[in-house]
């Protein structure tokens, strides 16, 4: 059992939604089959879910999807990541979908 200071309540982990997890691998499979990207991993911290892309397994990653909750607001914000630079912030999980399917892609 875990004992809080007064005024402290333990922060929830945020998870991302089955339909969000399942939007995002549909997302990562094309450009895998592309050869675009080979690998992804998934944070689960409080008040924040984060979904990474790689190119290489041992690199930093290529795009950050996260999902953290507004504090004046329930719904949740969504923030996609091109390593340290933010390329979108929205409340609709769509048009991030769509963002990340109209980025570039290699030419082979």
Do not use: C
Not at 16 to 23: D, G, I
């Amino acid at each position: 059992m875990q004992i809080y200071p007064l005024g402290r309540k333990k922060q929830k982990t945020l998870y991302f939604s089955k339909s969000e997890l399942n939007a995002l691998l549909s997302a990562y499979s094309f450009r895998v089959a592309n050869g675009d990207w080979r690998d992804y991993a998934l944070d689960h911290m409080p008040n924040k879910a984060v979904f990474s892309i790689f190119k290489h397994a041992h690199e930093h990653p290529l795009f950050s999807v996260e999902k953290r909750l507004l504090k004046t607001n329930s719904e949740p914000q969504f923030i996609l990541y091109d390593r340290k630079k933010t390329l979108l912030k929205t409340t609709r999980f769509s048009e991030l979908i769509l963002y990340l399917d109209r980025l570039p892609r290699l030419i082979h």
